[in-house]
């Protein structure tokens, strides 16, 4: 699955739509991952998951930074995203069925806030950029 | 995700054997699908499912000669299955969900045939090559 010119110039609009918002959006997307897919919780035995959490909201933020860097750099995303793609197979090991439950979250979280510009073609640039996004994350794993 | 210089070895050499039978396990493999995953039947509406029908062992057959074409060109299997990519971005259109459930046949049948050289890196290894020839099938549907 390879990103075109359309997708990647929707997804660099909808997320510059989005500018400081991203981190608030992160929060809210694990807040609602951890609410529908209870199972995911399990990586995060250390943190609070109550709503509001601090925690949250700064994990939040480092999904949504990790994804303005993925935006930037989406020409070349298995080198940009090198480092965490590192740390997932080495370290967290995060299973890949859980990073589809994220992107589904992420989706609906810009859907709520951003109904006008998530067109049915700027919901399917966002998918295939978080898929390949998601790709690149679990590319090291064995 | 890439393979080894191991895991080429250990497909390459393992299909030798494989190819003597290659028919036969593509059919049985296409049984077990049929019969442990009956949504799987959706795709051949038009053909005769039960075991040893001849519907069933000209359609192994094909399975088996495709794969056999992704091992002889193991270092550019996206080449090698160009085409029945395109078949299946846009005539097939088969959900990615079922590439899994096809592979996890397969190797169920290679380990129920090639016992003794099924160990836990032909495993891996044979698993990780199904996954590539399931991704290039599929890379073309978006």
Redesign the interface.
């Given at each position: 699955?390879?990103l075109s010119a359309a997708d990647k110039s929707n997804v660099k609009a909808c997320w510059g739509k989005i500018g400081s918002h991203a981190g608030e959006y992160g929060a809210e997307a694990l807040e609602r991952t951890f609410c529908s897919f209870p199972t995911t919780k399990t990586y995060f035995p250390h943190f609070d998951l109550s709503h509001g959490s601090a925690q949250v909201k700064a994990h939040g933020q480092k999904v949504a930074d990790a994804l303005t860097q993925a935006v930037a750099h989406m020409d070349d995303l298995p080198t940009a995203m090198s480092a965490l793609s590192d740390l997932h197979a080495y370290k967290l090991r995060v299973d890949p069925v859980n990073f589809k439950f994220l992107s589904h979250c992420l989706l609906v979280t810009l859907a709520c806030h951003h109904p006008a510009e998530f067109t049915p073609a700027v919901h399917?640039s966002l998918d295939?950029f978080f898929s390949a996004v998601s790709t690149v994350l679990?590319?090291?794993?064995? | 995700m890439s393979l080894t210089k191991a895991e080429k070895a250990i497909i390459l050499s393992m299909w030798g054997k494989i190819s003597t039978q290659a028919d036969a396990i593509g059919t049985q493999a296409l049984e077990r699908l049929f019969a442990s995953y009956p949504q799987t039947k959706t795709y051949f509406p038009h053909f005769d499912l039960r075991p040893g029908s001849a519907h069933l062992r000209t359609h192994g057959a094909k399975v088996a000669a495709a794969l056999g074409d992704a091992v002889k060109s193991i270092d550019n299997i996206a080449g090698a299955l160009s085409k029945l990519s395109e078949m299946h971005a846009y005539v097939l259109r088969v959900d990615p969900v079922n590439f899994k459930l096809l592979s996890h046949c397969l190797l169920v049948t290679v380990a129920s045939h090639f016992p003794a050289d099924f160990t836990a890196d032909a495993h891996t290894a044979w698993d990780k090559f199904l996954s590539i020839v399931s991704c290039v099938l599929t890379e073309k549907y978006r």
């Open positions: 699955m390879v399917a295939k679990t590319s090291k794993y064995r | -």
